[in-house]
T-cell receptor
């Protein structure tokens, strides 16, 4: 099956700085990569996703890049704000499969 | 609000007991997924149903079972509960399956004492 690794496990940045979280996946058949944000005790919320026919996708302060050759994808958050503090999970889905494989999460803390 | 609902929000029970968690997917979604999130294990996929049929199985214990009803709501049954079953249980739904976006419900926090 798919194996998704996520780094770093914790990340602290000053408000206004950028944050980057990286994930690698093992199965070259994976072609859908969502990112979820989870606040303490709450549900994971989809913040952005990318499909394999696209190399980059942006939504306001959030962007995701995908490198299919290297099998890695990254989340970029610019101009971070305290409300960005949460745990972020990457995930991968293989063609023909039905379930997401999640990374282990990154706890982002934005220091005011 | 994702449109996925789960009940109950919290459940406290004793070891050896049996509980049922309920999930209603977003209107129009045919697929329901169950995930377990414990402190040391992140988000683990348990099982998926599509239009009433089991579609995929993940790390689901034999003590756990699920089903999806004709109205598309789903129930996750956990029996012979152990302390280690304490976790957040999330349900997610998607329009179809495969590459469709999954939207998560608010979760049920299960505490086994």
């Amino acid at each position: 099956g798919e194996n998704v690794e996520q780094h770093p496990s914790t990340l602290s940045v000053q408000e206004g700085d950028s944050a980057v979280i990286k994930c690698t996946y093992s199965d070259s058949a994976s072609n859908y990569f969502p990112w979820y944000k989870q606040e303490l005790g709450k549900r994971p919320q989809l913040i952005i996703d990318i499909r394999s026919n696209v190399g980059e996708k942006k939504d306001q302060r959030i962007a995701v890049t995908l490198n299919k050759t290297a099998k890695h994808f990254s989340l970029h958050i610019t101009e971070t704000q305290p409300e960005d503090s949460a745990v972020y999970f990457c995930a991968a889905l293989q063609t023909g499969a039905n379930n997401l494989f999640f990374g282990t999460g990154t706890r982002l803390t934005v220091i005011p | 609000d994702s449109g996925v609902t789960q009940t109950p929000k919290h459940l406290i029970t004793a070891t050896g007991q049996r509980v049922t968690l309920r999930c209603s997917p977003r209107s129009g979604d045919l697929s329901v997924y169950w995930y377990q999130q414990s402190l040391d294990q992140g988000l683990q996929f348990l099982i998926q149903y599509y239009n009433g049929e089991e579609r995929a199985k993940g790390n689901i214990l034999e003590r756990f079972s699920a089903q999806q009803f004709p109205d598309l709501h789903s129930e996750l049954n956990l029996s012979s509960l152990e302390l280690g079953d304490s976790a957040l249980y999330f349900c997610a739904s998607s329009e179809n399956w495969g590459l469709d976006t999954q939207y998560f419900g608010p979760g049920t926090r299960l505490t086994v004492l």
